[in-house]
């Protein structure tokens, strides 16, 4: 019996592969095979995929008349090489375009991590190798973010807005633990790195006129992935891709 099996598990059609030699027996089995069942579809790279099943159906009956008859096989019946041929080379070609797709997004990564490299790499120059790996990657979080420190404020800017930090300071959050597989595609050291804050406030301008500041807010948390890879750091932050514009305490509105 072929059954052919979506991703999902559904039943989508089943042919005889080789008649039972009762045309009774070979309706009852298309007919219990349709008949809401449910299979574990056939996998590809660890993922479902709709494929042909081959089963093997035997039916009570004298053993000796059972033994006496062979059991089919692939290359014992043609209807079973009609669905392994087209099977084998549908495998083929998803292994093959899962590579070519696999290739195609290792390059695009490689793009964006050697951008973002180049914008980076003024910061990370500024990180010493004799520092805690720790300490490194909080500094490493801190030269991105490229805070301007006037008093004991701390002032982004971002788009339109300018952002005002009352008590920030960068703490490191945790580390991961690198596997086999890691160490051999070059990196160092994996983890979090957080920055707190006990309030905020945003300056916005833009249209020709200033809004001026709002009012004072509690900081929420923001955490980065922060990682070391061939003796590179990368800083990674919600919802933002590069390092941010420089400030200079004289940009910085009063109020």
């Known amino acids: 019996m072929a059954v052919r099996v979506l991703a999902n598990g559904d039943f989508a059609e089943a042919k005889l592969a080789s008649s039972s030699g009762f045309d009774n027996l070979d309706n009852a089995v298309l007919k219990y095979v349709a008949k809401g069942q449910r299979y574990e579809p056939a996998r590809f790279d660890g993922k479902p995929m709709e494929g042909w099943l081959l089963y093997l159906i035997k ?4 053993e000796s008349e059972c033994k006496s008859k062979p059991e089919s096989s692939a290359e014992t019946s043609p209807v079973l090489a009609q669905y392994n041929a087209p099977m084998k080379a549908l495998i083929e070609q998803a292994r093959a375009k899962n590579i070519e797709t696999q290739a195609e997004q290792q390059k695009a990564f490689d793009a964006q991590e050697q951008k973002r490299y180049a914008s980076e790499e003024p910061y990370r120059q500024r990180i010493s190798a004799k520092m805690p790996v720790e300490w490194q990657a909080k500094y490493a979080s801190e030269l991105y973010h490229n805070f301007v420190h006037c008093g004991d404020m701390r002032y982004d800017r971002q788009n339109s807005e300018i952002i005002q930090l ?86 910085v509105p009063p109020g």
């Open 59 to 62: 039916f009570a009956g004298d």
């Open 166 to 251: 009352r008590g920030a300071a960068f703490y490191f959050k945790d580390a991961d633990e690198l596997n086999e597989l890691d160490l051999a595609n070059g990196y160092e050291w994996r983890g979090r790195v957080g920055l707190y804050c006990k309030m905020k406030r945003t300056y916005r301008f833009g249209g020709g006129r200033d809004n001026g500041w709002s009012d004072w807010e509690y900081c929420s948390n923001e955490i980065s992935r922060v990682w070391k890879r061939h003796g590179k750091w990368h800083v990674e932050t919600p919802g933002d891709e590069r390092p941010r514009p420089r400030l200079s305490c004289a940009d």
